[in-house]
């Protein structure tokens, strides 16, 4: 690619410019000021997909990508066109006021939005869509495949499915075999029906299925189970049964009383009477035999035993459709084993053609790489899709920039700012706060 020569103060410094391999766009400053250039494309619109970390909510992430963005150089035509836009909108009304037009405008921000969020305690991928990009994430919200990495302990249910919750059953786990639990998977690949947590968003008669739980009052009436596809199980046989981990085991809360609380919950027969389904391909696959299709009924912990401190684990990665609750999934694969489960760790590993390790952006490479590194890869990924390798671009687009970053330090280093008063005359005309905000329009 041919590059446009920058317009240095300093003839020197011309040569840097012709070892970029990208678009950039130089300023006419004083050599004094912070940047020799910058990467500043006409569009950014598209989809691409980060890593979110664990112990951060998925909103929180993407409204700090949308504030990284909004303040960026790479978006810079965007939000002016965005700005533009605002302001002409609303200055067609001529009852709103210049300063009422100016307010709406300086709150404009880089439209950003997900295709489908994870639990806090989780991370993964997810799919980030860009401007008009945000039209394509229907699709990742109902329509694509996923792949999470999940592990699960073994001897409890929780009245939400994952270790946030509180203990609702406590169950056998001495009679369960590695064997048994590799056998278990071909049970529920397939079409399936399952049913949501208890302790999920879902409402009945407009009232949180949480707070009919925690009241003891049995549901209005069941809660309705959802038809969900799951392509494939594999159990990382080495894990299974393993205690050696650091996942401790929850333990029951008690009321006032002293009592526990899960002697409520367990009583309540809507929070543990939902049906254990198969999938459809195994219980028509008439080499299986009929007993093996019967499902099982967990009991309880007999009064007098305990379970151990360390429970034993399964770890599963599972291919599923939208919509599928991996915290039921394990839930009723202990079942399916005549125990209980509940989730400890779930990592969504991919989701439709995006996958970590390959074309998933981290977070580290927006929050800690200078934007002008960053900036070409995700224009690259915008305009191009998931065929890419993230790694490679990242390396080969470091070893271009990062000397001109780093000799721009040095620039800035060796030259100081000059103070503002010795720069004005005294004849000079102020600019008004309005003029500098050259994004800002003006209401003729």
Known sequence: MRLPLARYPNPKAL??????????????????????????????????????????????????????FTESDVFAEDLRKAKETTYANY????RNSEKFIQKKVSKV???????????????????????????????YLTECRKTYETKALLGIS????????????QNPIEHITKDQVTATAPKFIGDIKQTPPIFSALKMNGKPLYDYAREGKPLPKPIKARDVKVFDIKV?????????????KLQSKVDENGEPIEHLLANNPTLNDSPLYYSEQYLSDPNIPEDAKKTIKPQPLPTDTKLPDRLPMIHLSCDVSSGTYIRSLLNDYGRAMGSSAYMVELIRTKQAEWELGKNVFKTSDFFEKDERIWGPVLKKVLDG?????????FAVLSEQVLPLIEKEKLLNEQTELPDQNEQEKPDSKKRSKHDEDSDVPTKK
Request: hydrophobic share 35%; net charge negative.
């Open 15 to 68: 040569h840097q410019q012709k070892e970029l391999m990208m678009k950039l766009i130089c300023l006419e400053m004083p050599l004094c000021m912070s940047r020799l250039f910058r990467y500043i494309p006409k569009s950014m619109n598209g989809v691409f997909a980060f890593e979110k970390p664990s112990g951060v909510t998925s909103n929180n992430c993407i409204l700090d990508l949308q504030r990284l």
């Open 385 to 393: 899709g998931s065929d890419i390798d993230l790694d490679h671009e």
């Open 236 to 248: 990382f046989e080495e894990d299974s049964l393993s205690t050696d981990h650091s996942f401790a």
């Open 91 to 94: 200055a067609t009304d001529k």
């Open 109 to 139: 921000k880089i439209k950003v939005g997900h295709g489908g969020t994870l639990d806090p305690l989780a991370k993964g991928v997810i799919v980030v869509g860009i401007g008009s990009g945000t039209k394509k994430l229907q699709h």
């Open 158 to 169: 929780t009245t939400t499915g994952d270790q946030e919750g509180e203990v609702l059953t």
